[in-house]
T-cell receptor, first 113, second 113 residues
């Protein structure tokens, strides 16, 4: 079991560029989510999915898109990168949205210049 | 607005000593409270999950307590080790229609030899 994997580990973008952060899990978890972690702040939920074909917005969804075509994959797309999106991004998965342990990926450190 | 406040912000202790971290929350209605350990440069790892009806949960040297009446939780670390140096994050999930958890900012623990 690889658990939750994220690629890339590091990325530098110029303002206005777009890119996709990849997330995959091999635990057959229905629930997947994306968070961002900024210095001095708690993790904040960007988008989440309770199953293939179902996505919803979290606390800070603006500037990001997601899709969930398979149970395993949950990519996060930045449409037009802004310096305010400089952050560390974590993907997580669990069997259930509320009651089960969440497994986090290793994170992607994104810098937008 | 749902809030999770953790204290202290940072803590330095000597190896072998015990310590207690605090978490106060305003999330209501409440589904569960989780404690995570996050090593530098890594994703959070779950330590304990407690539901409304549980008031204590242990995981090795980590013991979490919950008082749902006062909306307080604590994480007690016994016989600390150098590997306990990390950020400890309290997360509270609501019940009802929302899947959006509220994360605390974390307590940074440093264990010195």
């Amino acid at each position: 079991n690889a658990g939750v994997t994220q690629t890339p580990k590091f990325q530098v973008l110029k303002t206005g560029q777009s890119m996709t952060l990849q997330c995959a899990q091999d635990m057959n978890h229905e629930y997947m989510s994306w968070y961002r972690q900024d210095p001095g702040m708690g993790l904040r939920l960007i988008h989440y999915s309770v199953g293939a074909g179902i996505t919803d917005q979290g606390e800070v969804p603006n500037g990001y898109n997601v899709s969930r075509s398979t149970t395993e994959d949950f990519p996060l797309r930045l449409l037009s990168a802004a310096p305010s999106q400089t952050s560390v991004y974590f993907c997580a998965s669990s069997s259930d949205a509320r009651t089960y342990e969440q497994y986090f990926g290793p994170g992607t450190r994104l810098t937008v210049t | 607005k749902n809030q999770v406040e953790q204290s202290p912000q940072s803590l330095i202790i000597l190896e072998g000593k015990n310590c207690t971290l605090q978490c106060n929350y305003t999330v209501s209605p409440f589904s569960n409270l989780r404690w995570y350990k996050q090593d530098t440069g890594r994703g959070p790892v779950s330590l304990t999950i407690m539901t409304f009806s549980e008031n204590t949960k242990s995981n090795g040297r980590y013991t979490a307590t919950l008082d749902a009446d006062t909306k307080q939780s604590s994480l007690h670390i016994t016989a600390s080790q150098l590997s306990d140096s990390a950020s400890y994050i309290c997360v509270v999930s609501p019940s009802g229609g929302s899947y959006i958890p509220t994360f605390g900012r974390g307590t940074s623990l440093i264990v010195h030899p």
